[in-house]
C-alpha cells in the first residue's frame, strides 16, 4: 500500500507538468494563427487597392467618354452653326444677285423706255412737218449749191445711209439743191442696204427730202415697192427692212398709201403659208 501510494503521489506531481507542457504548445498555435491573420490582412489591402484601381480606372473612362461626347457635342454644334452662316450668306448673296439683275433689268427697262418716248417724239414731230409741208420757194433754192458734182456726190452718199452718219447726211442734204435730180435722189434710197437699226435715220432723211421736194415721195414708193416683190437677189432680210422703212415712212406722214401696206402684208402672209407668188 504504501508503495502505491508513493506512485500515484508521483503521478499526480507529473500531471501539472504535461499541463504546462500543452499550454507551451498552445503558445506556438498562437503565433501561426496571427502570421494567417496578418496575411489576409495584406491580402485584403491588396485587394481593396485593385477594387479602388477598377473603380478609378472606370470613372476614369467614364469622364473620357463623357469629354469626347462633349468634344463631339460642340464639333456638331459649330457644324450646326457654320452650316446655318454659309446658308445665311448664300441666301444674301442669292438676294442681292437678285436686287442686282432686278435694278439691271429696271434700268434696260427705263432707257428702253426713254427711247421709245424720243422715238414717238421724234416721229409726232416728222409726221406734223411731213404732213404739212413749208416748202422752199424756187428762190431759196437757188441760194444752194445745184452743180452737177455735189448733187452726183450726194447721191452716192444716200446710198449708204446709217444711223451713225445720219446727222452729217442730214447736213448735205439742207445745202444742196436737188430740184433737178429728185428721181435720182429717191433711186438711190431705194438702193440702200440698211439695217433693222438705221430704218428711223433713213425716213429722216426722206422726210427731209419730202418737205424740200414734192414730187420726190412719188419717185421714192415704186422703187421699194418693186424691191418688195422681187423674187430675185433679194434676201428675206432686205424685204424686211424695206417694209419697216415703209411703214415708218407711213408712220412720219411721208406718205397715206394704206393700200400699199396691204398688199405688201398680204403677199406676205400668202409666202409664210406657202402659197407662193
Do not use: W
Not at 508503495?3 to 503558445?27: D, E, H, I, V
Request: net charge positive; hydrophobic share 30%.
Amino acid at each position: 500500500r504504501k508503495q502505491n501510494n508513493a506512485a500515484n503521489t508521483t503521478n499526480k506531481n507529473s500531471r501539472p507538468g504535461k499541463k504546462n507542457s500543452n499550454r507551451g504548445g498552445g503558445g506556438g498555435g498562437g503565433g501561426g494563427n496571427a502570421a494567417q491573420a496578418n496575411n489576409a490582412s495584406h491580402k485584403g489591402n491588396r485587394d481593396n487597392t485593385k477594387s479602388i484601381s477598377k473603380r478609378e480606372k472606370a470613372e476614369k473612362l467614364q469622364e473620357d467618354k463623357r469629354k469626347e461626347q462633349e468634344r463631339l457635342r460642340r464639333e456638331e454644334e459649330e457644324r450646326q452653326r457654320l452650316e446655318k452662316e454659309a446658308m445665311a450668306l448664300k441666301a444674301k448673296t442669292q438676294a442681292e444677285e437678285k436686287i442686282k439683275d432686278y435694278r439691271a433689268s429696271l434700268e434696260e427697262g427705263t432707257q428702253k423706255l426713254e427711247q421709245m418716248r424720243a422715238t414717238l417724239s421724234k416721229r409726232l414731230d416728222l409726221r406734223g412737218r411731213n404732213l404739212d409741208p413749208d416748202r422752199s420757194d424756187d428762190r431759196s433754192l437757188s441760194k444752194l449749191d445745184s452743180s452737177v458734182k455735189r448733187n452726183t456726190a450726194l447721191n452716192k452718199k444716200l446710198k449708204q445711209i446709217s444711223d451713225e452718219n445720219k446727222a452729217t447726211m442730214l447736213q448735205d442734204v439742207a445745202k444742196v439743191n436737188q430740184t433737178k435730180y429728185v428721181s435720182e435722189a429717191a433711186a438711190a434710197i431705194g438702193e440702200v442696204n440698211f439695217k433693222q437699226k438705221d430704218v428711223a435715220a433713213v425716213a429722216e432723211v426722206c422726210s427731209l427730202l419730202h418737205e424740200r421736194y414734192g414730187e420726190f415721195t412719188q419717185n421714192l414708193l415704186p422703187p421699194l415697192e418693186k424691191l418688195m416683190h422681187s423674187t430675185e437677189n433679194v434676201t428675206v432680210t432686205k424685204k424686211r427692212n424695206t417694209f419697216r422703212l415703209i411703214l415708218e415712212l407711213f408712220l412720219v406722214g411721208v406718205h397715206s398709201n394704206i393700200e400699199l401696206l396691204h398688199t405688201i402684208v398680204s403677199k406676205l402672209v400668202k409666202e409664210v403659208l406657202g402659197e407662193g407668188n
